[in-house]
Nanobody, 126 residues
Framework: QVQLVESGGGLVQAGGSLRLSCAVS????????MGWFRQAPGKEREFIAG????????VYADSVKGRFTISRDDAKNTVYLQMNSLKPEDTAVYYC???????????????????WGLGTQVTVSS
């Protein structure tokens, strides 16, 4: 059974930083793209960052480009999201996701992902 478990969320002041982690168990990790999404109250879930199986290619939403960094540690079956210069509009539940395909080159859309975590709350105060 596949499990994705996010951690690292919390309350932070504007301008601060957080690092989210997502540990994957129950299936292979290194051969699959990983992504981070978020959903704010009253809004649809949106893609914010993705990383290919190789780890050499990443993609970001314009809203977080230059502030957030996605990375992966295949030895730990974990993907990370380093979030700097946080803004109140970054407040949301953050989800990680895994693509079931092997070495896919498509990893920047919700439809590219098959397995999801339950999310972790990030709240940024002004």
């Amino acid at each position: 059974q596949v499990q994705l478990v996010e951690s690292g969320g919390g309350l932070v002041q504007a301008g601060g930083s957080l690092r989210l982690s997502c540990a994957v168990s129950g299936r292979t990790f290194s051969m699959h793209a990983m992504g981070w999404f978020r959903q704010a109250p009253g809004k649809e879930r949106e893609f914010i960052a993705g990383i290919r199986a190789s780890g050499l290619s990443r993609v970001y939403a314009d809203s977080v480009k230059g502030r957030f960094t996605i990375s992966r540690d295949d030895a730990k079956n974990t993907v990370y999201l380093q979030m700097n210069s946080l803004k109140p509009e970054d407040t949301a539940v953050y989800y990680c996701a895994q693509d079931a395909s092997y070495y896919s080159s498509r990893y920047d859309s919700e439809k590219d992902y098959d397995y999801w975590g339950l999310g972790t709350q990030v709240t940024v105060s002004s």
